[in-house]
C-alpha cells in the first residue's frame, strides 16, 4: 500500500489531485499489471488485447482519453473476472512525423539532415527519442492506464526490426514483394511516396483549362483540356477513341506540343472516352497514373518535369527551376499569348492532399518497392466473411469489405531515413540481393560492391506485425501460443485500413499454420473469443515448426483460418466533438485538452463522462457540464464512504480490522449480507439486477448503459434511498446496529468492486480504507468482479419498495403542490383496496412518516379520489390533512392535463392490442404488460374523472 493512504477516517473534503498520482505510481511500482506468461495446464481464461501504439512524438488528445478509458475499462473487468489479462503497451517510431520533428528542430540551428549524413542523423533521432519520446507514456501512466509496462515495446527495437526484416524476406521470397518505377502519390513536402491511404481528397474550387494543340501537316487543331497545365510539358501523346468518328481521319497523325516544339502521336486508346469532353486527351505518362499504363500500352515515352520538390527540371525547358504553381501562371500566359489557349471554365477538382503535412500531392514516376496484396486480401476477407473477426458496430464490416475487395498494391518504400531499411543491397553489376543479414558478397557476379537500398519501410508495414511480432514471432514462443490471437482491439475508424485491415492481412497470412492442427480442440474456439484458456484451444497450441514455417498455401481449413486471425474481435469508438457536435480542430479553437480537463474535474470523473456518453456508432459530444455532473457524482460516493466511515467508528471500531476480505474474494452476489428488512431484501436484489445489467452491457461494449446504471444504482438507489432507510437502525439504541453496520460494509465493498472499471482511483483509495490499511489483496484491481447471484434477487422485494417508493414521492409531490413548509409535520390519509399494500405501509410507516416528513398515518375505508388535494394511483390514493385553501382552477386545471395524458395512454394501448401484428410478434409478456396496464390506466381515468365532478361542484358551492 502507498504512503500517506487514510487508514481510518477519509478527509472531509474529496481531492481527486490528492489521491491519483499516488494510486497511479503505487500501480506501477508493485507491477500489479505485470502478467506472467502461464504454464502448459494452466486452465485459466485468457483476454489479451493490444493498445494501437502512439506515435513516439504524440500528446495525449480527447481521442486518446476515450480509446484508452475503454480499453482500460474492459481490461480491469476480465483481470477482476479472473483472466489472465494481457494488455500490451508499446510505441510507435512514426517515420515521417518523427523525421519531420528532428528536422524541424535541426532548421532552428540552422541545419539540415543532409548536413550530418544518414548516419549522424539517425543517432539525432536517437538522442530526440530518449529526451522527448516518452510524453505520451508519461501521461498514460498518471492516469492509470492498468498496461503490462513490463512487455512494453518500441517498433524499432532490435527483436521487431528482426522480425520486419524476415515478413519482408519472406514476401520477397514468395514473388509477393517487387520493385519497379510506376506512379506513386508523391509529397513534395515530406519529399517521399506515401499510399492511397495517406492522401485525403477534397473538392476545391478549381479551373478547367482548354488548350488546341495543331496537327502536323494540316491547318486543324485536336482540343484538350486539362487541371494542370504545367504538366503538359511532359506531353508523349494524344488519345482519341478508336470509335469517334470525329477523329478516324487523323488516326496515325501528330500534333506539335505547344511552347515545347515537340512532336507527338496522336493514339487510339480507351482513355479517351467520346462522350466526355471534346472527346480526345492528353498523355503525360510520367505524371498521372491512368497515362502511365496508357503510355505502357503504346510504348510512350516517360519523361519527368518536375523534381522531388515538385520543382519543374531540366526536362521542363524555359520553366526549370520554377515552383509547379509558378509554372502554371507561366504556362498558361505563354499559350494565351501564342493562341494555344482557347477556353477557361469553373471546375471543381478532387484534390488530394497528404494526410501528414496537408501538402497537395503530386502523382509522380518512381522506382518504389510494393506488395502484391491481392493474396493477403483473399485471406482477410474471408476471415471476415466467416465472421472469425468480428466488427462492432456491425456496419462496419461490410465498409472493410467493400474496401478489401477494390484493394490496390501497396506503395511499402519512404524516401525517408527514420525507419525500418529496406534489407535490399544493390550490386554494381545491376542485380538487387534482399537477405536477412548484410551480404558480403554479391551471389550473381561475386562482387563486393554492395550498397543497402536507401529508402525504409511504410511505418504501417511493421506496425501491421505487431499482434504476432510483440510476442515473440519469429521464434515459436510461449507467448504466441498463449496470447494468440489476441481477443481485441479497440480502435477508431480512421485507422480502419491503414492498420486494422493491414494486421489482419499480415496476420492471416504469417499465423497461418501449413496443415490442420491435430489434438484436442476446446469449446473456446466456438464461444466468445475472450473466453480461451491457454493450452486448450487446439488451433492456438500449435507447434514452432507450424509457427515459423510462412507457409503461403492457398487452401486453408477453417480451423487455419481461425487460428491466424491477430483479434477475435473488432470495437470502432465513436469521435469526440466538442459540446455543438463540432469536428475538434485547433484552427476552430474548439481543442479540449484531456489533461486540463482532468486537472479540473478528475481522471475518474472525466472516464465517467465518456464512458456515459460511449454509445456504440454514436460520437460523443463531450460537454465540461456532464464532467462537472460526474465530478458531483464522485464526492457523493465519498460523502457517503465517509458515512459509513463515521458510523463503523462509533458502533463498532474493530468492524473494519476484523474484516477477512471473503468479499473480495467472491464473484458471487454480496457475501455475509444478512437480509433483515424489506430495505435489505430489496437493495440486495437490486445489486444483483444492476450487476447483471453491467456485465451484460460492458460484453455488449454499451459503456454507456453500465455507467449509467451503476450511477442510478449508487446514487438514486444507495444514497438516496437505502441509506435513508437505515438510519434508525445505526443509531446507538438499536440492537441491530452492528449488523446493519455490517451489512452497509459488504454493500459499499461490493458497489467499489463493481464500479472499479470505470473510476479505479477514487474506488480504490476508499477500498483500502475499508480494511483500515489492510487489504485481503494488493490492490482493488485484484478483487473479484461482481456477478449475478439468482438466489438473491427477490422480485416481490423490488415491487414492494417500488410501491412504498411511490408513495414517498407522491407525498413529497403533495408537500410541494400545497407548499407545505419544509420541517412542518402533517398527517396523512391512505386508502388502498389491496390488504397486502395495507400491511405493507403499515409496516414501513416508520419510514413514511421520516421520509414525508409526515407525522401520522390512518387509512381510510372510502376512496380519496373525488378530494382535490389527493393522490391517486393504481394501488393507493393518499392525501394530506392540511388546511390551506385549495386553487380548485388550477387543481382542475392540472387534473384536465392528467385525465388527458392517460385517455391518449389508454388509446395507444387499446390499438396495440386490436393489431394482430403487435399480438403476433410481441413477446407475450409484453402483451399481458400492456392488457395489465390499460386496466390500470381504466381506474385512474375513472378517479380522474370523479375529482373533476368533485372540483366543479366545489367551483359551484363557492
Known amino acids: 500500500m502507498p504512503e500517506n493512504v487514510t487508514k481510518t477516517e477519509l478527509p472531509k473534503a474529496y481531492e481527486p489531485s490528492a489521491i491519483e498520482t499516488r494510486w497511479a505510481e503505487f500501480w506501477v511500482k508493485e507491477k500489479l499489471f505485470s502478467v506472467a506468461t502461464p504454464r502448459e495446464g494452466d486452465t485459466r481464461p485468457v483476454f489479451t488485447l493490444l493498445l494501437p501504439p502512439p ?41 515521417i512525423a518523427t523525421q519531420m520533428m528532428v528536422e524541424r528542430q535541426l532548421a532552428s540551428e540552422g541545419k539540415k539532415r543532409t548536413d550530418l549524413g544518414r548516419e549522424k542523423f539517425i543517432e539525432r533521432v536517437w538522442e530526440w527519442k530518449q529526451l522527448y519520446g516518452g510524453a505520451i507514456q508519461e501521461q498514460m501512466r498518471r492516469l492509470g492506464a492498468s498496461v503490462d509496462w513490463d512487455r512494453e515495446y518500441f517498433t524499432m527495437d532490435e527483436n521487431l526490426s528482426r522480425a520486419v526484416r524476415e515478413v519482408f524476406v519472406r514476401l520477397y521470397e514468395q514473388g509477393l514483394i517487387y520493385r519497379g518505377k510506376y506512379i506513386v502519390n508523391w509529397c513534395p513536402r515530406c519529399v517521399t511516396a506515401i499510399s492511397d491511404l495517406e492522401v485525403k481528397h477534397e473538392d476545391v474550387a478549381g479551373k478547367l483549362w482548354e488548350i488546341r494543340y495543331p496537327v502536323v501537316g494540316t491547318n486543324e487543331f485536336i482540343t484538350v483540356a486539362t487541371t494542370r497545365p504545367e504538366t503538359m510539358l511532359g506531353d508523349t501523346a494524344v488519345a482519341v477513341n478508336e470509335r469517334d468518328e470525329r477523329y478516324k481521319h487523323l488516326h496515325g497523325k501528330k500534333v506539335l506540343l505547344p511552347l515545347m516544339d515537340r ?102 514516376l518512381s522506382t518504389q518497392w510494393f506488395i502484391k496484396i491481392q493474396p493477403l486480401a483473399e485471406r482477410a476477407i474471408q476471415v471476415v466473411e466467416k465472421d472469425f473477426v468480428r466488427f462492432t458496430p456491425t456496419n462496419y464490416r461490410q465498409i472493410y469489405l467493400n474496401w ?15 525507419g525500418h531499411r529496406i534489407p535490399a543491397w544493390h550490386c554494381s553489376c545491376g542485380d538487387i540481393v534482399v ?61 480502419l485500413f491503414f492498420w486494422v485491415a493491414r494486421m489482419i492481412m499480415l496476420g492471416c497470412w504469417f499465423m497461418a499454420p501449413p496443415e490442420k492442427p491435430t489434438g484436442h480442440v476446446g469449446t473456446g474456439a466456438l464461444a466468445r473469443p475472450a473466453e480461451r484458456s491457454p493450452g486448450e484451444n487446439g488451433e492456438r497450441s500449435l507447434t514452432a515448426r507450424m509457427w515459423a514455417s510462412g507457409d503461403t498455401r492457398a487452401s486453408l481449413t477453417d480451423g487455419d483460418l481461425r487460428a491466424s486471425v491477430p483479434f477475435r474481435e473488432v470495437y470502432i469508438h465513436a469521435l469526440v466533438r466538442d459540446a455543438e457536435r463540432q469536428k475538434m480542430s485547433k484552427t476552430k479553437g474548439n481543442v479540449l485538452d484531456p489533461i486540463q480537463v482532468i486537472e479540473k474535474y478528475g481522471t475518474d470523473a472525466t472516464r465517467f463522462t465518456l464512458a456515459a456518453m460511449s454509445s456504440p456508432g ?105 441509506l435513508e432507510l437505515i438510519k434508525p437502525r445505526l443509531s446507538p439504541e438499536s440492537k441491530d446496529a452492528r449488523n446493519t453496520c455490517a451489512n452497509l460494509v459488504a454493500l459499499f465493498e461490493s458497489s467499489l468492486r463493481l464500479l472499479h ?14 480494511y483500515d490499511g489492510k487489504p485481503p489483496l494488493k490492490s482493488l484491481s485484484l478483487a473479484a468482479y461482481p456477478q449475478t447471484d439468482e438466489e438473491q434477487i427477490a422480485r416481490t422485494a423490488e415491487t414492494e419498495m417500488a410501491i412504498l417508493q411511490d408513495l414517498i414521492a407522491s407525498v413529497r409531490n403533495l408537500r410541494a403542490e400545497l407548499k407545505v413548509e419544509m420541517k412542518q409535520r402533517v398527517p396523512a390519509e391512505i386508502f388502498s383496496e389491496e390488504p397486502a399494500i395495507r400491511e405493507l405501509i403499515q409496516k414501513n410507516a416508520g419510514a413514511l412518516e421520516r421520509l414525508a416528513n409526515v407525522e401520522q398515518v390512518r387509512f381510510v375505508d372510502e376512496s380519496l379520489a373525488k378530494l382535490p388535494s389527493a393522490r391517486h394511483t393504481s ?16 387543481e382542475r386545471e ?24 403487435f399480438i403476433s410478434k410481441a413477446p407475450a409478456n409484453v402483451v399481458e404488460q400492456r392488457r395489465v396496464r390499460v386496466e390500470e390506466l381504466k381506474g385512474l381515468i375513472d378517479k380522474l374523472r370523479n375529482k373533476l365532478g368533485e372540483l366543479d361542484q366545489n367551483r359551484l358551492s363557492g
Not at 484508452?68 to 517515420?95: C, E, K, N, S, Y
Request: charged content about 25%; glycine content about 8%.
Open 55 to 95: 506515435n513516439v512524438t504524440g500528446r495525449l488528445h480527447m481521442g486518446h482519453m476515450l480509446n484508452q478509458t475503454q480499453m482500460d475499462i474492459i481490461v480491469r473487468w476480465h483481470r477482476m473476472r479472473g483472466f489472465v489479462t494481457l494488455w500490451l503497451p508499446g510505441t510507435d517510431h512514426a517515420g
Open 263 to 364: 512532336e507527338i502521336p496522336i493514339i487510339t486508346d480507351e482513355l479517351a472516352q467520346p462522350e466526355f469532353g471534346t472527346g480526345a486527351v492528353k498523355v503525360t505518362p510520367a505524371h498521372d497514373a491512368n497515362d502511365f499504363q496508357a503510355g505502357l500500352r503504346h510504348n510512350l515515352p516517360q519523361i519527368e518535369v518536375m523534381d522531388e520538390h515538385a520543382r519543374m527540371n531540366e526536362n521542363a525547358g524555359v520553366y526549370a527551376g520554377l515552383d509547379r504553381y509558378e509554372a502554371r501562371k507561366r504556362v498558361l500566359e505563354d499559350l494565351r499569348s501564342q493562341g494555344f489557349l482557347v477556353g477557361e471554365k469553373d471546375y471543381t477538382v478532387a484534390l488530394g492532399k497528404c494526410d501528414r503535412c496537408g501538402t497537395v500531392v503530386e502523382p509522380r
Open 404 to 418: 478489401m475487395r477494390n484493394i490496390h498494391d501497396w506503395t511499402i518504400s519512404r524516401q525517408l531515413w527514420w
Open 435 to 495: 537477405a536477412r543479414e548484410t551480404p558480403s558478397s554479391c551471389p550473381k557476379c561475386g562482387g563486393s560492391e554492395l550498397k543497402q537500398d536507401p529508402d525504409v519501410l511504410d511505418t504501417w508495414f511493421s506496425s501491421g506485425l505487431l499482434p504476432f511480432t510483440s510476442l515473440g514471432w519469429p521464434e515459436a514462443t510461449r507467448d504466441l501460443e498463449v496470447f494468440y490471437p489476441t481477443s481485441l482491439l479497440i480502435t477508431g475508424f480512421d485507422i
Open 618 to 722: 454514436t460520437d460523443i459530444a463531450f460537454n465540461e457540464s456532464r464532467t462537472e455532473g460526474y465530478r458531483a457524482f464522485a464526492n457523493k460516493i465519498w460523502n457517503a464512504a465517509r458515512f459509513m466511515f463515521m458510523n463503523v467508528e462509533r458502533i463498532d471500531p474493530n468492524l473494519r480490522p476484523g474484516l477477512k476480505g471473503e468479499g473480495a474474494r467472491s464473484h458471487m452476489g454480496i457475501a455475509g449480507f444478512r437480509q433483515v428488512t424489506l430495505e435489505d431484501r430489496w437493495i440486495l436484489s437490486r445489486f444483483n439486477s444492476v450487476t447483471k445489467n453491467v456485465n451484460d452491457s460492458l460484453a455488449a461494449y454499451r459503456f454507456d448503459e453500465a455507467a449509467n446504471a451503476i450511477y442510478d444504482f449508487f446514487w438514486g438507489e444507495f444514497c438516496d434511498w437505502y
Open 757 to 770: 472499471p470505470v473510476m479505479p482511483f477514487i474506488t480504490e483509495e476508499i477500498w483500502h480504507a475499508i
Open 875 to 890: 394501488r393507493f390514493d393518499v392525501r394530506l390533512i392540511y388546511e390551506k385553501k385549495v386553487d380548485v382552477g388550477a
Open 894 to 917: 392540472k387534473a384536465t392535463k392528467e385525465l388527458d395524458r392517460l385517455e391518449r395512454e389508454k388509446s395507444n394501448g387499446e390499438r396495440q392490442l386490436a393489431d394482430e401484428g
